[in-house]
């Protein structure tokens, strides 16, 4: 399948995929930390290193419901033993066990003085004053220690750890209710263009929908980060300005439209305003032309991001740019989707100067990758089908069915 009808060179210079990544992660910068509520802190980066205030748990307790004993008593079976007592989880043992003597015990119970072994409830008649064990037993089953899971003053988590559900439940369990994470970033979305129109508006002659505001707020908000959803800024330098005067509140602010060659006349005035901003050329497809700057608000710097207007190029330099660098905001190492070799089912035509990233379907238990269909840069279809990115070298015009070809898994978790 040809990937596009237009294949001239373009007569400005071409910037590599790799070297706009590389130029934007070292111009974004990493948000302070503050102090979040333990439940909010979900895939957030923790701030700071912690330890352990206490052993995990706290005291010596029984992983079973049953008899706590001491060992040696159950070392062969059948035997009797007196029961003296009951603890259950929450209570504590009013005596210690003595040779000859049981415990009832429930899970989670604190063990009894004496006793160094559980025998499980089915391993005995259940009875109530003389218990007769059914089945030997080992010395110390089923007897949970003080700080086995964690060991006071011990470092459990660092900084720099993505928090997900395990990770929660750890702090929760070293009595951290509020946390030190990287802020979450508020990034700033808005549509450029006199055609767009919103979805309640009549759509007249000549104007298009707005999805690209959906699509980046919904991405934006995929990496972690809160999108402030502004509206449609028209193609003229004042409504420009005060759009993106506003917009510089926020960490980031990411635009789509207007920043094809010929098209980008109002930004780059305006943004030279306001801050600074270069007009890259990216030698891929979908997706060439590429705005990436800042805007100085106060002392702030705030990176802007200037996507192409067309669905899947926006979408598309969205995954490889505006990602990284809002996963990067927010203190995450790795900010990069897991790959996969794969054979690709389907030939491809590409221009030799472009870095393509075809949309695909990965079948990997097969091994296998297929296009989603058509691959034009307005297809917004082909996104929604695909679930890798297929990333095809600059070099080779034509990508044989049968070669093995590198694919971008677009649908994995976030990294670690
Ligand atoms: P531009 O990058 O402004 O030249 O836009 C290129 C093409 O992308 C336009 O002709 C529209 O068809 C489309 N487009 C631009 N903005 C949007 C948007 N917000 N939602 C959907 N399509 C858009
Ligand atoms: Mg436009």
Redesign the pocket.
């Given at each position: 399948m040809p990937i596009s009808a237009t294949s001239a060179k373009p007569a400005q210079k071409l910037m590599s995929a790799d070297d706009a990544l590389a130029r934007i992660l070292a111009g974004v910068p990493t948000l302070p930390a503050v102090e979040t509520p333990l439940l909010e802190a979900l895939g957030l980066v923790l701030a700071d290193d912690i330890a352990a205030d206490r052993d995990v748990p706290s005291f010596r307790n029984s992983a079973m419901d049953g008899y706590a004993v001491r060992g040696e008593d159950v070392a062969s079976a059948p035997v009797e033993l007196r029961v003296v007592g009951e603890v259950a989880a929450g209570g504590f043992p009013d005596r210690a066990v003595a040779p000859g003597e049981a415990m009832r015990i429930m899970t989670g119970a604190p063990m009894p003085d004496g006793a160094d072994t559980v025998v499980r409830v089915e391993d005995t008649d259940n009875a109530s004053d003389v218990v007769t064990i059914a089945a030997a037993t080992p010395k110390g089953m089923a007897v949970r220690n003080a700080g086995e899971d964690l060991r006071a003053g011990e470092r459990i988590l660092t900084a720099g750890t993505v928090l997900r559900a395990a990770e929660i439940g750890l702090l929760a369990s070293v009595g951290r209710a509020r946390v030190l994470v990287r802020k979450r970033p508020r990034v700033a979305v808005f549509?450029?263009?006199d055609?767009?129109v919103d979805l309640d508006a009549p759509l007249e002659r000549g104007q298009?929908?707005?999805?690209?505001?959906y699509t980046l707020a919904s991405a934006i908000r995929a990496t972690g980060a809160e999108p402030q959803v502004f509206g449609i800024v028209r193609d003229s330098p004042d409504a420009l300005r005060a759009a993106l005067r506003e917009a510089s509140a926020a960490d980031a602010i990411v635009t789509?439209?207007?920043?094809?060659v010929g098209?980008h006349d109002h930004m780059k005035p305006v943004l030279s305003e306001l801050g600074t901003i270069d007009f890259w050329a990216i030698a891929i497809r979908p997706g060439r032309?590429l705005a990436f700057g800042e805007i100085k608000d106060g002392g702030r710097r705030v990176p802007i991001f200037g996507l192409?207007?067309?669905?899947v190029s926006a979408l598309v330099t969205f995954e490889l740019f505006v990602r990284p660098a809002l996963l990067r905001m927010q203190g995450r190492a790795n900010v990069s989707r897991p790959r996969a070799k794969a054979r690709l089912l389907d030939p491809i035509d590409k221009p030799d100067f472009l870095r393509v990233f075809a949309r695909g379907i990965h079948d990997a238990e097969a091994g296998t990758v297929r296009l989603t269909g058509p691959q034009g840069s307005?297809i917004l279809r082909s996104m929604s089908l695909a679930n890798c990115l297929i990333d095809l070298p600059v070099g080779p015009s034509r990508i044989e069915s049968g070669a093995t070809v590198d694919v971008i898994l677009t649908e994995q978790s976030e990294p670690r």
């Open positions: 549509s450029t263009g055609e767009i298009i929908r707005d999805s690209n505001r789509s439209g207007g920043v094809s098209d032309p192409p207007g067309n669905t307005g």
